[in-house]
């Protein structure tokens, strides 16, 4: 009964290589998240989602291209990956929001890849 | 954008201790979460608080948005609350801002 789950949960690939992370989210939620947590424990937001619509793109390489087939997922397919992609990838999800409305999010276990 | 700073960013506790957790922020929010992420990496809900008073178990938090700033209270620490916290606000269209988190050690 998992509410938000990714893979997998360990990545470790070599430099160049293109790779995918899976998120899934049995919530009903309508908006979905990519963050990245780098090697400080720093936590950003890459891409939202809203019933598979592009809200929040921030300032992410173009390597980087999130896909939702369905409102209860969200990939995240990395081309060409560099040693700075190294990192933990959080999926979140919530229900949508706007302007001046939010609700809590929830996260995923996380994916940490590793590029060598 | 909006700053988050969190303190202590680190903080070592007896078992049995209490501790307080600030978080300031910059500019007024909609939303304020408060997660505690494991030693395995995974983050937890703790409270989602964007003002007034929450309790659950030996935590509970406190948000006072007209001054821009959330405690997150622990009381009789345990070896199980160790890793580290988070405070992340939101503004609009669900973009959580994180702080810098405050690294706990709960010691036996």
């Known amino acids: 009964d998992t509410a938000v789950s990714q893979t997998p949960k360990y990545l470790v690939t070599q430099m160049g290589n293109d790779k995918s992370i899976k998120c899934e989210q049995n919530l009903g939620h309508d908006t979905m998240y990519w963050y990245k947590q780098d090697s400080k424990k720093f936590l950003k937001i890459m891409f939202s989602?809203?019933?598979?619509?592009?809200?929040i793109n921030e300032t992410v390489p173009n390597r980087f291209s999130p896909k939702s087939p369905d409102k209860a997922h969200l990939n995240l397919h990395i081309n060409s990956l560099e040693l700075g992609d190294s990192a933990v990838y959080f999926c979140?999800?919530?229900?949508?929001?706007?302007?001046?409305?939010?609700?809590?999010?929830?996260f995923g276990p996380g994916t940490r890849l590793t590029v060598t | 954008g909006i700053q988050v700073e969190q303190s202590p960013p680190d903080l070592i506790l007896q078992e049995g201790a209490n501790s307080t957790l600030r978080c300031n922020f910059s500019?007024?929010?909609?939303?304020l979460q408060w997660f505690h992420q494991n030693p395995w990496g995974q983050l937890i809900n703790l409270f989602y608080i964007p003002s007034g008073t929450k309790q659950n178990g030996r935590l509970s938090a406190t948000t006072v948005a007209t001054e821009r700033y959330s405690l997150l209270y622990i009381s009789s620490s345990q070896t199980t609350d160790s890793g580290v916290y988070f405070c992340a606000v939101e503004q609009g269209f669900q973009k959580l801002v994180f702080g810098t988190g405050t690294r706990l050690l709960v010691s036996p």
């Open positions: 500019d007024s929010v909609n939303n």
């Open positions: 979140a999800s919530s229900q949508a929001g706007g302007p001046r409305t939010s609700y809590e999010q929830y």
């Open positions: 989602y809203n019933n598979k619509e592009l809200i």
